[in-house]
């Protein structure tokens, strides 16, 4: 009698696409939409949970995995490729929702137990660019204001577009400067939802800001963040002896790498796995580490992040990060 051949092994791998309204509910177009979309990706569709009635879904898939490796195991390379053309699929325009963001992720126990997640500042916990508050006092605003932009488009390197901005600084009076433009920051709606929710699972949360030190922590204590890491400018005193700042900075630039590098050095401080890591910004200086930790959310950020960054949020409120983690509605209303 011959010898019987084992049959093949069919791996499963689950994963969530959860459909998030950029406005305050999906209309009956976007429901339309989302079902095309679904119907055309190469996944298996399984259940859904609503998040938030009218206002976000997941949708639970699994994705089949028919090539194994000499071990009997999914390919790692095949599982890798069937992600990147998910991700990339739902960026192009024939598989986008009009005000509907469609975030693809694994659906694992990481998902929701996220132990830290690492913050930008400017345009992402606060609506401002602080450089660009600080330029208006000089009247060099719109000249920094474009540099900030090329930069954050990865247009320019950032540590010498910062060298450029802050040498346009120099004369300003840095006395009382921080102090005064403290009451000019504002917080991104649902920052502090967000934060006292995460928090209250005893999740680590920091600011990385390629901005200013004295207002990332300021924020950090507006928001009960643990940590602040930020630029330092540098002052000099002028004929008067009225202290100025010189338009140069100090210490180690808080650049890409240097965020990357810090998320990495506080997941090892706290014992934290890189899976259970999050990283959400909004400029081309934000994605080494949106890419180096579990995941990274790019948030209402500039074209070229918005193509490379594992997921995008384009809504009105930061809270809506705490769908992506798998959160309901009555679940955030019991932590807020």
Known sequence: MGSLLAPPIKRTMSYVITAIARGTEFSA????????VLKKLPIKLGSFSVLSQSKATDFIIDIDLTKVNHNGKPDESTLQDVEST???NLKTAEY????????????????????LIVFDMDSTLILQEVIELI???????????????????????????LASRVALLRGIKSSTLWEDLEPQLTLTPGTKELCKVMKSTGCKLAVCSGGFLPLAEYVKEQLGLDYAFANLLETEEDQEGTEILSGKTFGEIVDGARKRDLLVHLAEENDIPLDKTVAVGDGANDLLM?????YGIAWNAKPKVQLEAP?????????????VFGYNDLEIEALV
């Not at 330029?135 to 540590?159: C, P, Y």
């Not at 949106?290 to 579990?294: E, N, R, S, T, V």
């Not at 997921?311 to 769908?323: F, Q, V």
Request: glycine residues 6%; contains cysteine.
């Open 311 to 323: 997921c995008c949020l384009n809504s009105g409120s930061l809270k809506d990060a705490l769908y």
């Open 86 to 88: 998910i991700r990339k």
């Open 135 to 161: 330029a208006a006092q000089a009247g060099v605003e719109e000249q920094v204001a474009d540099i900030t932009t090329r930069s954050m488009n990865g247009e320019l390197d950032f540590k010498q577009s």
């Open 290 to 294: 949106m890419h180096k930790a579990g």
């Open 29 to 36: 177009a976007d429901n339309a939409a989302i079902s095309e």
């Open 96 to 115: 986008s929702v009009p005000n509907v963001d469609l975030v693809f992720q694994k659906n694992d126990q990481h998902r929701k137990d996220k132990k």
